[in-house]
């Protein structure tokens, strides 16, 4: 069974950064790939990022040029470094891993709120 505990949500004026956290434990994290969602109220959940297992990344059209993902096998972690926040960035933020065999596993999500 994996766990996936994220951190480093919270309240940032618009313009500002914040860096997410996701702490992997359970299995080694090299396994999985890893993605970060956001799901802001009333709307369904979207895939913000995602880093392969052999450290491939891709972002989403809404915030490439802003977000960073990026993974430390050695630490169990995945980050999310977010610049140049928006409003429109208020979300709650779930970390994601998913296995090649078809498993995947949920956090349980840190809030972000960007606003002046």
């Known amino acids: 069974q994996v766990q996936l505990v994220e951190s480093g949500g919270g309240l940032v004026q618009p313009g500002g950064s914040l860096r997410l956290s996701c702490a992997h434990s359970?299995?080694?994290?090299?396994?999985?790939?890893m993605e970060w969602y956001r799901q802001a109220p009333g709307q369904e959940r979207e895939l913000v990022a995602s880093i392969a297992r052999d450290q491939t990344t891709n972002v989403a059209d809404s915030v490439k040029g802003r977000y960073t993902i990026s993974r430390d096998n050695a630490k169990s972690t995945v980050y999310l470094q977010m610049n140049s926040l928006k409003p429109e960035d208020t979300a709650v933020y779930y970390c994601?891993?998913?296995?090649?065999?078809?498993?995947?596993?949920w956090g349980q999500g840190t809030q972000v709120t960007v606003s002046s």
């Open positions: 359970g299995r080694p994290m090299l396994m999985y790939a």
């Open positions: 994601h891993a998913r296995s090649p065999y078809g498993y995947e596993y």
